[in-house]
């Protein structure tokens, strides 16, 4: 038997040669190995609100990953915003899996879509970023950009003083890349704002409430956690906390 947490990662549903299929980049799967200490178990993206409930009983905690796909504006109620590619499957296997994780006190992780996700199951709305008061967003990467120069976008963000993020990471502005086209617009009930970047645009957003944590942030800690201490940090607090919730369900095993 494993020493380390279990942690489920939701995956994204694609179509190769034809065929459904489950999409996890690598680098979520290394990141949760090497960074978290943790095994990572995939979800995909058409698991049953039963099968999300056997699977939380069996996992640590749940990161919700990005995608380069948007959630429809149907869930948040957010008429036109927002455009294709969306993914329904995945939104609706996303909110299973945060009201389950929430009732199961799992501690609940969010990158990039997976922050988006937790917004909307916590009763936010989002914007479309493209567009911000009809000025398009120079510091997000277009839609043809090549992902693996992510980093040409990059700005700044600040920690709230007094967040998890804060704790985390230290006073002052840190650098995060951004690739993603609707931001949280209304903040849920519940949720908290961890960070912001110069032009307000929220970028970290943890829980107020409930026995488990709960931190997503919108850039991407996965890329370069090496070079970032930021990153790395987000990472041991995500090990860090499956961990402890590892504990807790080992001991009401016994």
Aim: aromatic share 6%.
């Amino acid at each position: 038997m494993s020493n380390k947490p279990v942690i489920a990662v939701i995956a994204c549903s694609r179509e190769v040669e034809g065929e459904p299929a489950s999409i996890v980049k690598q680098r979520y799967l290394d990141a949760v190995s090497r960074y978290a200490d943790a095994l990572p178990i995939i979800v995909p993206p058409t698991a049953s609100p039963a099968e999300a409930a056997a699977l939380l009983a069996r996992v640590d905690a749940v990161l919700l990953t990005g995608s380069n796909s948007n959630i429809e504006p149907s869930r948040y109620g957010g008429g036109a915003a927002g455009a294709p590619p969306f993914d329904p499957p995945r939104d609706e296997t996303a909110l299973h899996l945060i009201a389950g994780a929430i009732a199961a006190k799992k501690p609940l992780f969010g990158i990039c879509r997976g922050l988006q996700e937790l917004n909307v199951a916590f009763g936010g709305t989002l914007a479309d970023e493209r567009a911000l008061d009809g000025v398009a967003v120079s510091h997000h990467a277009p839609a043809e950009a090549d992902l693996q120069e992510m980093f040409t976008y990059g700005h700044r963000a600040t920690a709230e003083t007094g967040g998890v993020l804060a704790d985390l990471v230290g006073r002052g502005s840190i650098p995060i890349n951004s690739v993603h086209f609707q931001r949280v617009d209304a903040v849920g009930k519940g949720l908290k704002v961890e960070a912001r970047a110069e032009d307000g645009v929220i970028e970290a957003l943890s829980s107020t409430q409930g026995e488990a944590p709960v931190l997503a942030v919108q850039w991407h800690p996965e890329w370069q956690p090496e070079g970032r201490h930021h990153d790395l940090a987000f990472w041991r607090y995500v090990g860090t906390q499956a961990r402890k919730a590892m504990t807790l369900r080992t001991d009401a095993s016994l």
